[in-house]
Antibody, heavy 122, light 108 residues
Framework: EMHLVESGGGLVKPGGSLRLSCAAS????????MTWVRQAPGKGLDWVSS????????YYAGSVKGRFTISRDNTKNSVHLQMDSLRAEDTAVYYC???????????????WGKGTTVTVSS | EIVLTQSPGTLSLSPGERATLSCRAS???????LAWYQQKPGQAPRLLIY???SRATGIPDRFSGIGSGTDFTLTISRLEPEDFAVYYC?????????FGQGTRLEIK
């Protein structure tokens, strides 16, 4: 069975940093584009960043570009999101998700983790 | 970017009834690249439909999708108690991907 498990969320002050991780199992991780999607409290879904299967191409939403860095380690079946210069508006549940088979960095997501909560507050 | 507007915001129905949810795009979604997700409280979204009308693995056939261009519809033919949730549409025809604001399907 396919699983994605996020970790690394927590409470951080504005301007601080946090590193999220996502551990994948049950599928050939190195064959898939991976993405992060976030959901602010009581709000809808918001795409954050995607990384291609080899890690060669990386994409960010405008709201996080220059502050967040996505990376992956195909030897450890994991993807990470380094979040710097955090703002109150980054407060959200962050989901790791797999992009559907054959998809580019923008596609549908067919496997989701349960999410990890990030709270940015003084 | 393409803005997706879902209607209604909240839909109140009873088990056994038919639910029709709408998703309208601000510009044409190429190649019918539209997906639907279900999200229950405290849970991650679950993929229901992709390519506007293809059901994801394990999704019951009471869920169906239709549409093209700027207008898309998700229909649940006979509501089961477990279907009451929030539903989101998502377009992936152009970058950046965008989601609708969601339709809450509640028990009447």
């Amino acid at each position: 069975e396919m699983h994605l498990v996020e970790s690394g969320g927590g409470l951080v002050k504005p301007g601080g940093s946090l590193r999220l991780s996502c551990a994948a199992s049950g599928f050939t991780f190195s064959s898939y584009v991976m993405t992060w999607v976030r959901q602010a409290p009581g709000k809808g879904l918001d795409w954050v960043s995607s990384i291609t299967s080899s890690g060669s191409y990386i994409y960010y939403a405008g709201s996080v570009k220059g502050r967040f860095t996505i990376s992956r380690d195909n030897t450890k079946n994991s993807v990470h999101l380094q979040m710097d210069s955090l703002r109150a508006e980054d407060t959200a549940v962050y989901y790791c998700a797999r992009i559907g088979p054959g998809g580019d960095y923008y596609y549908y997501m067919d496997v989701w983790g349960k999410g990890t909560t990030v709270t940015v507050s003084s | 970017e393409i803005v997706l507007t879902q209607s209604p915001g909240t839909l109140s129905l009873s088990p056994g009834e038919r639910a029709t949810l709408s998703c309208r795009a601000s510009q044409s979604v190429s190649s019918r690249f539209l997906a639907w997700y279900q999200q229950k409280p405290g849970q991650a979204p679950r993929l229901l439909i992709y390519g506007a009308s293809s059901r994801a693995t394990g999704i019951p056939d009471r869920f169906s999708g239709i549409g093209s261009g700027t207008d898309f519809t998700l229909t649940i033919s006979r509501l089961e108690p477990e279907d009451f949730a929030v539903y989101y549409c998502q377009q992936y025809g152009s970058s950046p991907i965008t989601f609708g604001q969601g339709t809450r399907l509640e028990i009447k």
